[in-house]
Antibody
């Protein structure tokens, strides 16, 4: 069955970077785009960007331009999202999700807490 | 960027009753709308895509409708496991995906 398993919770200081992984299984990794979506406490879902694992090409939401990098490793069927220059308002649960226009399978989420 | 607005913020219903959730887009998104269910501590779960197509394994009591700027998710007879948060999302004009602020369905 299709599974997306994300790395564990992180606590970071302001200004630091975090890298979240999303290990996939049960389908052809190169055949589906992967998106990253975050959810701050009590807030709506916020789309961060997407990556084409086949080409490695990625596109980012304007709010995250210059701070986020999405990569993939086809040999490990794993995608990564790195967010730099963290601020307190980056505290959120970060999700990876498979899909084109919508996310049909989601990772379990990774809580990233930014606190001094 | 397309803004998605959901109403009401909270919907109080009894088990067995019908629930009707609304989602409005700031501009036409054709039929490119998805609905998700989210329970506390869990990831969103895709219910509906293409405005009206149920995702795999989704019970028939979930029905999506609408096109253009007005969309509705109807849950015909609420079961205990349906009390959750529901989000709409547009993917007609992306990037970015944009989501509504959610409707909480409570007992």
């Amino acid at each position: 069955q299709v599974q997306l398993v994300q790395s564990g919770a992180e606590v970071k200081k302001p200004g630091a970077s975090v890298k979240v992984s999303c290990k996939t299984s049960g389908y052809s990794f190169s055949g589906y785009w992967l998106h990253w979506v975050r959810q701050a406490p009590g807030q709506r879902l916020e789309w961060m960007g997407w990556i084409n694992p086949n080409s490695g090409g990625a596109e980012y939401a304007q709010n995250f331009q210059g701070r986020v990098i999405m990569t993939s490793d086809t040999s490990l069927s794993t995608a990564y999202m790195e967010l730099s220059r963290l601020r307190s308002d980056d505290t959120a649960v970060y999700y990876c999700t498979r899909g084109g226009g919508n996310g049909d399978y989601w990772g379990q989420g990774t809580l990233v807490t930014v606190s001094s | 960027e397309v803004v998605m607005t959901q109403s009401p913020a909270t919907l109080s219903v009894s088990p067995g009753e019908r629930a009707t959730l609304s989602c409005r887009a700031s501009q036409s998104v054709s039929g490119s709308v998805a609905w998700y269910q989210q329970k506390p501590g869990q990831a969103p779960r895709l219910l509906i895509y293409g405005a009206s197509t149920r995702a795999a394994g989704i019970p028939a009591r979930f029905r999506g409708s609408g096109s253009g700027t007005e969309f509705t998710l109807t849950i015909s007879s609420l079961q205990s496991e349906d009390f959750a948060l529901y989000y709409c999302q547009q993917y007609y004009n992306w990037p970015p995906w944009t989501f509504g602020q959610g409707t909480k369905v409570e007992i």
